[in-house]
């Protein structure tokens, strides 16, 4: 288990929390009340500043619960926090809903989760090899 320091920034800052110890998500609160207008967008503060580990991610995902109810997600889902930020965790939410979505201080707004980042380089080569799917793309499989 790792452990991830964090700093409330002023009221209204809540620890991130999983609801069932098995979640791989933990949830993130709003610090403040924040109305998102009908089809519009908004970035959401939580009054939290964290230190990843090095070699660690933490990727902002929608609550899938304000989505189907609401049409409330994350606009860049996944969010990435990489470990060098020291800024506050905010979350940009988008409302497709024909409402406004009324955000209060408290609420949970999206989920976190925390994974190990692989080290990777590329490298130039002549050619690739062959695959199955080989240049097939953008629904070159199919619609059904």
Known sequence: MIE???IPLREG???????????????LYASED????????????????IELPEGYEAQVRPRSGLAAKY?????NAPGTI???YRGEVKVILINHGESDFVITAGMRIAQMVVS?????R????????????????FGSTGTK
């Open 4 to 6: 991830i320091k964090y």
């Open 13 to 27: 800052a809540h620890i991130p929390t999983k609801a069932h110890e098995d979640d791989a998500g933990f949830d």
């Open 34 to 49: 924040f109305t998102l207008r009908a089809h519009g967008f908004g970035c959401v503060p939580t009054a939290l500043s």
């Open 71 to 75: 049409g409330v997600t994350v606009l």
């Open 82 to 84: 990489d470990a060098g």
């Open 116 to 120: 190990p980042v692989l080290s990777a």
């Open 122 to 137: 590329f490298v130039e080569a002549a050619a690739l090899e062959e695959s199955t799917r080989g240049e097939g793309g």
